[in-house]
């Protein structure tokens, strides 16, 4: 930790001696050090095992909610119809 303490005022140097090549090159080396993460998090298998329990997750969401659907509209005409013969 000290080692890259004493570092810092040699990387700031370089960067006031050559700011904006020297920016680009750390921002193209970010960027692809990002690609290759989120690339190798795709990748893993946990990662695709969350994305297929999603996938069923929802089509078991999405069915619940088609029959909560068709139970109420049974019990409005339930209800309907009721109050018809009350009435």
């Given at each position: 930790?000290?080692?890259k303490?004493?570092?810092?005022p040699?990387?700031?140097?370089?960067?006031?001696?050559?700011?904006?090549?020297r920016?680009s090159r750390?921002y193209?080396d970010l960027a692809?050090?990002?690609e290759?993460?989120?690339?190798?998090?795709?990748?893993?298998?946990?990662?695709?095992?969350?994305?297929?329990?999603?996938?069923?997750?929802?089509?078991r969401?999405?069915?619940?909610?088609?029959s909560?659907?068709?139970?109420?509209?049974?019990?409005a005409a339930?209800?309907?119809?009721a109050?018809?013969?009350?009435?």
């Amino acid at each position: 930790m000290i080692e890259k303490a004493r570092e810092v005022p040699d990387v700031v140097g370089q960067l006031a001696s050559d700011p904006r090549g020297r920016v680009s090159r750390m921002y193209r080396d970010l960027a692809d050090r990002g690609e290759r993460i989120v690339s190798g998090v795709r990748r893993s298998a946990p990662t695709r095992r969350a994305v297929d329990q999603v996938g069923s997750a929802r089509s078991r969401v999405k069915a619940a909610v088609t029959s909560v659907g068709r139970v109420v509209e049974a019990t409005a005409a339930a209800s309907r119809n009721a109050a018809r013969k009350i009435g």
